[in-house]
């Protein structure tokens, strides 16, 4: 009452846990609710909903002692301090440790909730944090605007946030302004390239977080795709932009060994979307940082699978005109790779440097296991060194309607004196296309 706010919404309370019927309806309303709230209370540093929000702690340790320097040089970078006065802290605390890597942000429901929310203010082990669109600040350093770093260890959502917010922003002005240059237009183009990257990297850490039910993987992202589509004017189709599918569909799991797959009892979730695992989940080698001169289609994609809220009228297969090429190896489970040598065709590889590529589930592969299905190039392109393409590992399930299943992912560059890329490429445009749907 004292902050002027007389409603207090708490998810565990206004939603009720046993009834799937009012969760299934309250779920869809969570865009909502985070991003229309005045700010939002996390109890980052509670390990489950039994702990609260305060905790003793040694404030003298905390706060920052200022010291005079006349001259001062760092031996681990050779850095010259200029003489002056500085605050020192024997025992920093950070954001990346005291928020991103607290126990309530590896959760997957408040991976969306941080990111929806317009302000939150961060009970954290040692000190309070706070965020907004604006400022991200702490107790010790209430005038410190910290980073969103998008490379730190654990991750977050708000290198995404950010880039959308600034996005939305530009869009408003260009709006207001009738006069746009081509350069602006260029300047979109790449932010568009940069939503879909920052989009990856996001997936990424969000697959890393802990979901109590598999079935809420794509729900648990509802909020942050309605908002990111509206963006990009695209649709999220089982966890894929539609915008971009050809490059969507180049992810693979980080630690397949660990992977487990999950079907819903009420649909099945196609072999190329990621939503299958609940393991971590990352994105190919990122091409479309590359320039588009480098890189091109291998395929052509002549169907598109459609999302609906009828469950009865989803289209779960991707039809498209394309390559195959056989390929088969042994799989060692021991080393989680494949074994020389690898046969793409009638290209014979015997080098020790194998090429990154992974399989969807080995939680059925014995010891060593061999494998024999077909290479799918989805794209290609070239770079300092020589070439590069990436792709699927495909088997056939129904050779009546020509429907094939995703089981692996593949990426091969050429690695000199080695140019497996470039000998698998050339022997792929030597065969037919034909079109085929993946399922």
């Not at 802990?210 to 942050?224: C, E, R, V, Y």
């Amino acid at each position: 009452m004292a902050l002027g706010i007389s409603y207090l919404w708490i998810d565990s309370l206004c939603i009720f846990q046993d009834d799937l019927k009012d969760w299934e309806s309250e779920a869809k309303l969570m865009r909502d609710v985070y991003r229309n709230a005045t700010f939002c209370i996390a109890a980052t540093a509670a390990k489950n909903s039994t702990r609260g929000l305060f905790r003793n702690r040694n404030c003298r340790s905390l706060n920052p002692v200022e010291v005079g320097v006349t001259r001062h040089i760092d031996a681990r970078n050779g850095q010259t301090f200029a003489p002056g006065r500085y605050w020192f802290m024997a025992h920093p605390v950070t954001p990346d440790i005291a928020i991103d890597s607290a126990p309530l942000n590896q959760r997957a429901w408040v991976a969306q909730e941080r990111y929806l929310s317009r302000r939150t203010i961060h009970f954290t082990h040692n000190l309070l944090f706070w965020e907004c669109c604006e400022k991200f600040a702490s107790e010790t350093h209430p005038d410190k605007h910290f980073s969103c770093n998008c490379e730190s260890k654990s991750g977050n959502p708000r290198p995404l946030r950010r880039l959308v917010i600034d996005t939305m922003f530009h869009q408003r002005d260009q709006t207001e302004d009738t006069c746009h240059s081509g350069k602006d237009r260029l300047t979109d183009l790449r932010t568009v390239d940069d939503i879909y990257i920052s989009w990856n990297r996001y997936r990424a850490f969000y697959t890393r977080c802990q979901l109590t039910k598999p079935s809420d993987t794509l729900i648990a992202l509802q909020g942050i795709s309605s908002e990111v589509g509206e963006l990009l004017s695209d649709e999220l189709v089982f966890g894929l932009w539609i915008g971009r599918l050809i490059g969507q569909l180049l992810w693979y799991c980080e630690t397949p060994n660990h992977g487990r797959k999950y079907i819903s009892p009420s649909r099945r979730t196609p072999s190329w979307s990621w939503a299958n695992w609940t393991c971590a989940i990352s994105s190919g080698r990122e091409l479309d940082s590359y320039t588009s001169d480098h890189i091109h289609d291998s395929v052509q994609i002549t169907k598109l699978p459609k999302g609906t809220k009828s469950s009865e009228n989803m289209l779960h297969s991707i039809t498209m005109r394309c390559r195959l090429m056989p390929f088969k190896s042994r799989f060692s489970m021991e080393h989680d790779s494949f074994k020389v040598p690898l046969t793409f065709g009638k290209i014979v590889s015997w080098s020790q440097r194998r090429p990154h590529i992974r399989l969807d589930d080995t939680s059925q592969t014995h010891f060593e296991q061999n494998i024999e299905c077909q290479l799918l190039i989805l794209r290609h392109g070239e770079f300092t060194e020589g070439r590069l393409f990436e792709g699927l590992l495909v088997v056939l399930c129904d050779e009546r309607t020509r429907s094939y299943e995703r089981i692996g992912f593949c990426y091969i560059q050429d690695r000199p004196p080695t140019r497996l890329a470039s000998d698998v490429l050339d022997h792929h445009n030597t065969l037919e296309d034909q079109e085929i749907q993946l399922i």
